[in-house]
């Protein structure tokens, strides 16, 4: 079964670091979402990509923030400058065209520890 | 806007109990609904979701909820809980190509 994979799984980093996340969304997908979980907390939305450009976007998701499509496979989340409170579980996630009911496939998560 | 509200951060039964996790959804326009399931240190997975027609939904692992327009809720139940559904568990509410929302979660907890 097709599935969204993510690496790496956990990165540890020193504040102030910029951090790259990874995503290969499912393949025939063209909607790419990033969402975080902060410890204990709810799942947030940061960002929306479609037809490449950003479609929404959060106010979690600032100036610190970016995301890119830099081939016809991955899909990244960049963190410019990592501040403590950005550790968290980043989830990636992909929808298909076909789906307008907004169920979203989502891949394992990376864990982002900010030192 | 939409919203998800669940009741209870954690809810604890023993093994073959009744498991009903409570959610209620705001939206302004009819809504599709998800159950989402997260196994310690795994990703978010598709328990279970009502998008139109029947209201009751059955899911994967004997969970099912039911769509109750009246009272704005998606309620999951599992009729007997085994130690294997221990795991958090996310109601998502999204309304077509909109970013689909999480409620905050719960915690069910399996004692034998």
């Known amino acids: 079964e097709p599935e969204v994979t993510q690496t790496p799984s956990h990165q540890v980093t020193q504040m102030g670091q910029e951090v790259i996340l990874h995503c290969v969304p499912i393949?025939?997908?063209?909607?790419f979402y990033w969402y975080r979980q902060i410890l204990g907390q709810k799942v947030e939305f940061l960002v929306s990509f479609y037809n490449n450009e950003i479609s929404e976007k959060s106010e979690i998701f600032d100036d610190q923030f970016s995301v890119e499509r830099p081939d016809g496979s991955n899909f990244t989340l960049k963190i410019r400058s990592t501040k403590l409170e950005d550790s968290a579980m980043y989830f990636c996630a992909s929808r298909g065209t076909g789906s307008n009911t907004g169920e979203l496939f989502f891949g394992e998560g990376s864990r982002l520890t900010v030192l | 806007a939409q919203s998800v509200t669940q009741l209870g951060s954690h809810v604890s039964v023993s093994e073959g109990a009744l498991v009903l996790l409570r959610c209620n959804y705001s939206?302004?326009?009819?809504?599709?609904l998800f159950w989402y399931v997260q196994y310690p240190n795994q990703g978010l997975q598709l328990l279970l979701k009502y998008t139109t027609g029947a209201t009751l939904v059955k899911g994967i692992n004997g969970f099912e909820a039911e769509f109750k327009k009246s009272e704005t809720s998606f309620h999951l139940t599992k009729p007997s809980a085994h130690m294997s559904d221990a795991a958090e568990y996310f109601c998502?509410?999204?309304?077509?190509?909109?970013?689909?929302?999480f409620g905050k979660g719960t915690m069910l907890l399996v004692s034998p």
């Open positions: 939206s302004s326009v009819p809504p599709y």
């Open positions: 998502a509410v999204s309304t077509g190509y909109s970013t689909l929302t």
């Open positions: 393949s025939n997908h063209l909607y």
